[in-house]
C-alpha cells in the first residue's frame, strides 16, 4: 500500500517562506505532485515531480529525493491568498494516485 | 472553457435511495476519476476509468458504481446510500492519467445521507 506523511498545519506571516515537506512510502514510484484547495473548492494542480531535483514555478518550487523518499513545496514571498490546504499525491502506478491528508497553510498579515 | 463539470452539487438524501451524480468534462480527456474528501482523511480515490468501458477500483470503491459509456461521462452511482457515504465527492479528468499528467477537478458535489 501507500502512505504519505505531511504536517497538518503550518503557519507563516505575509511576505516569509515556508516548506512543506511530503515523506511517502509506496510499491512502484512515477513520480509526486502538490495540489492546492481553498476552503470547500476543487484541488488545482501545482507542480509534478518524476526525477529528482528542484522544479520551480513562479513563487513555487518542489522538490523530490527519490532515494529518501522525500519531497517539498516552497512558497516565497507569501501572499494571504495563499492560505489553503496542500496535498502532496504519489504516482504509484500507472492510473493512480495517492493523497496525503493535506497541509493548512494559515498566512496572517 | 475547458472543465469538468458535476451534478447535483449539493445533494441531501435518505438511507437506501439510490442516487447518481453526473461527472462530464470537455477536454477530450482519456482518463477520469473519482475522489471522496472526508476531514482529516485527504482525498481518497473511489473508482477510475482510463478509457472508454474501461473502470477500475480505487482505494475506496465499496458501495458505489461507475460506468464509462462515452469519453466525455463517468457518473458515480450509490445504489443503496449510507450514511458513512456522507461526504464530498470531486470528480477529475486528465490527458493520459500518467504520472505526470494535471488532473483537472470538477466543483465537487456535497452529498448527505440521513
Known amino acids: 500500500g501507500q502512505s504519505l506523511e505531511q504536517p497538518s498545519e503550518v503557519t507563516a506571516v505575509e511576505g516569509a517562506i515556508v516548506q512543506i515537506n511530503c515523506t511517502y512510502q509506496?510499491?512502484?514510484?512515477?513520480?509526486l505532485s502538490w495540489y492546492q484547495q481553498h476552503d470547500g473548492g476543487a484541488p488545482t494542480f501545482l507542480s509534478y515531480n518524476g526525477l529528482d531535483g528542484l522544479e520551480e514555478t513562479g513563487r513555487f518550487s518542489s522538490f523530490l529525493s527519490r532515494s529518501d523518499s522525500y519531497g517539498y513545496l516552497l512558497l516565497q514571498e507569501l501572499q494571504m491568498k495563499d492560505s489553503a490546504s496542500y496535498f502532496c499525491a504519489v504516482s504509484s502506478g500507472y492510473s493512480t494516485l495517492t493523497f496525503g491528508k493535506g497541509t493548512m497553510l494559515l498566512v496572517s498579515p | 472553457e475547458a472543465q469538468v463539470t458535476q451534478n447535483p452539487r449539493y445533494l441531501i438524501t435518505v438511507t437506501g435511495k439510490k442516487l447518481t451524480v453526473t461527472c462530464s468534462q470537455n477536454?477530450?480527456?482519456?482518463?477520469m476519476s473519482w475522489y471522496r474528501q472526508d476531514p482529516g482523511l485527504g482525498l481518497r480515490q473511489i473508482y477510475y476509468s482510463m478509457n472508454v468501458e474501461v473502470t477500475d477500483k480505487g482505494d475506496v470503491p465499496e458501495g458505489y458504481k461507475v460506468s464509462r459509456k462515452e469519453k466525455r461521462n463517468f457518473p458515480l452511482i450509490l445504489e443503496s446510500p449510507s450514511p458513512n457515504q456522507t461526504s464530498l465527492y470531486f470528480c477529475?479528468?486528465?490527458?493520459?492519467?500518467?504520472?505526470?499528467?494535471?488532473?483537472?477537478f470538477g466543483p465537487g458535489t456535497r452529498l448527505t445521507v440521513l
Open positions: 477529475a479528468s486528465s490527458p493520459t492519467g500518467t504520472g505526470g499528467d494535471e488532473q483537472f
Open positions: 509506496t510499491s512502484g514510484f512515477y513520480g
Open positions: 477536454m477530450n480527456h482519456e482518463y
